[in-house]
């Protein structure tokens, strides 16, 4: 398995409060990635980085905030919960460049968030 | 914009039966294709990919797929199927020149096998 951790696996907050889910690595992988996963959706993408404090939107990206200051850390911020936030937010890494595996990519154990 | 359509929402099978999931994706250039599987309360796990050649590709647990390009399609097949591949299945694609690797999901498709 890749080396992806993410913190806390599982959270339960109020609507209007700030919440910040983790994601680390021990890839030293440049590319990092957030998704959520939703019944009916399947996983959409919400930000991704492609380096240390280089990050872009992805499809549902209102409501979010993303940070990387190192490139082990990529840190998913929702800066006013709302219920319809309420998912399982996983993080991915892309394959190393140069090798076969540059074009998949790898999820962590996932963090399962509810706003009440 | 790519797109991914899975045609199944959910499917039930018996032990040993066959099984086949579809998968339809709109870009009109090169793509990297993928499926993964969720297995319940885990993280999606790479099933297969095609990224070039043989359009016949074979993965783990004895699944298969075949891109046919004419079609836009990449349907996981398994001769036959056991209780352990109760999982979700999701279908996946990006570009091979896209810099960003940027992957595009399909909805999924909830597979549950009966003993």
């Known amino acids: 398995d890749a080396g992806i951790t993410q913190s806390p696996r599982h959270k339960v907050t109020e609507t209007g409060t700030p919440v910040t889910l983790r994601c680390h690595q021990t890839e030293n992988h440049r590319y990092m990635y957030w998704y959520r996963q939703d019944p009916g959706h399947g996983l959409r993408l919400i930000h991704y980085?492609?380096?240390?404090?280089?990050?872009d939107k992805g499809e549902v990206s209102d409501g979010y905030s993303v940070s990387r200051s190192k490139t082990e850390d990529f840190l998913l911020t929702l800066e006013s919960a709302t219920s319809s936030q309420t998912s399982v937010y996983f993080c991915?890494?892309?394959?190393?460049?140069?090798?076969?595996?540059?074009?998949?990519?790898?999820f962590g154990p996932g963090t399962r968030l509810t706003v009440l | 914009a790519q797109s991914v359509s899975q045609h199944n929402h959910h499917v039930i099978l018996s032990e040993a039966a066959s099984l086949e999931l579809g998968c339809n994706y709109s870009y009109g250039g090169t793509v990297n294709l993928f499926w993964y599987v969720q297995y319940p309360g885990q993280h999606l796990q790479l099933l297969l990919k095609?990224?070039?050649?043989?359009?016949l590709v074979k993965g783990i647990k004895g699944f298969e797929a075949e891109f046919i390009k004419s079609k836009f399609s990449f349907n996981l097949r398994k001769p036959s199927v056991q209780w352990s591949d109760t999982a979700e299945y999701f279908c996946a694609v990006n570009s091979p020149g896209g810099s960003q690797g940027n992957l595009i999901f399909g909805k999924g498709t909830k597979l549950s096998v009966k003993p």
């Open positions: 095609y990224f070039s050649g043989d359009p």
């Open positions: 991915a890494i892309r394959g190393a460049p140069g090798q076969p595996s540059y074009n998949e990519q790898f």
């Open positions: 980085s492609y380096g240390v404090k280089d990050t």
